[in-house]
């Protein structure tokens, strides 16, 4: 099982997702952008560092969503989210080809990742707690 985060940048009252550009696993879907918790990192870590990757942006991490599992037909993965802001910075595509700031209920607009599916009725969840 690989470890993976998500992040669910948020701004106002939209939050980030992004495309998977041509050549990558799930090439033309959408997702929460993170990525693989690398040996020795934790959740939080990793999400930082794979956002500046991707997006050359620093974000603060800031609660806890919930998490999802999936098995695709080459891999099983186990991915966390987490709501972020962004700090500092502007958003360049390292990694993915387009992304979209949209309200939660635009989401179903977008062919989003499997595993990333599941993550939103858990956002919904803990954006109506607040």
Wanted: hydrophobic share 40%; with cysteine.
């Amino acid at each position: 099982m690989i470890k993976v985060t998500a992040a669910i940048i948020e701004e106002d009252d939209r939050f980030l997702i992004a495309r998977r550009a041509k050549g990558k696993h799930l090439a033309g879907y959408w997702e929460f952008p993170g990525g693989k918790i690398e040996e020795g990192e934790n959740a939080v870590s990793c999400l930082i560092r794979e956002i500046k990757e991707e997006f050359e942006i620093k974000i603060s991490v800031n609660s806890y969503v919930g998490e999802s599992y999936h098995v695709y037909s080459d891999k099983s993965i186990n991915l966390k989210a987490f709501t972020c802001s962004i700090i500092s910075g502007e958003i360049q595509l390292n990694d993915h080809d387009k992304f979209e700031w949209i309200t939660i209920d635009e989401i179903h607009k977008y062919a989003l990742a499997p595993a990333d599916l599941p993550l939103i009725p858990l956002y919904d969840k803990v954006r109506n707690k607040r």
